[in-house]
């Protein structure tokens, strides 16, 4: 792999509906809304645009990203202003829906968790931790109730629960 090549290395969970109280408490907490749009990709890439709002200011981004394993890819994100980011909405992949997701972030143990709640579930939500090598590891706080591992599950990447929403099978 060549150097400076933007990797990022990310493991998934399916995770109890996070206790939003003691989250709030965390270091680093912050609340985002986001919409996000698949674009027209080219076979084994993928492309997105997403809307995010965290207190009330929008940032737009495209990212383009392939998948080297299911825990590392190459990733390319840049900032778009909205009228490039409106632009960009008309390479819409018209075949996905979009995906809305509220996400919370915070720091813990040198990692920053990322906590994606959909509106479709009131009982689960997704955990991402991105780390430095696959093989990290990972501390969690007491508070999060870890259903399973999902980094290695389809079904639960962002892409495909824009293709259909998955099922639980908890």
Not at 36 to 44: A, F, N
Request: with cysteine; net charge negative; glycine share 2%.
């Amino acid at each position: 792999m060549e150097k400076n090549v933007p990797l990022e290395i990310e493991r998934k969970y399916l995770i109890k509906f996070p206790d939003l109280k003691e989250m709030s408490k965390m270091d680093g907490f912050k609340s985002s809304e986001i919409v996000q749009t698949y674009l027209i990709s080219e076979c084994g890439e993928t492309r997105r645009v997403r809307a995010r709002e965290t207190n009330g200011i929008k940032v737009y981004t495209k990212t383009e990203k392939i998948r080297i394993s299911d825990i590392t890819h190459i990733e390319n994100e840049s900032e778009l202003t909205e009228n490039e980011y409106k632009e960009a909405l008309k390479e819409r992949d018209t075949s996905l829906n979009e995906v809305l997701k509220t996400r919370k972030c915070f720091d813990y143990e040198g990692h920053t968790i990322e906590i994606d709640i959909y509106p479709f579930w009131d009982n689960v939500a997704i955990m991402e931790v991105e780390l430095k090598s696959e093989d990290e590891e990972i501390l969690f706080p007491d508070f999060i109730q870890i259903i399973r591992e999902v980094t290695h599950e389809k079904a639960f990447k962002n892409r495909k629960i824009a293709e259909r929403i998955p099922d639980l099978n908890l």
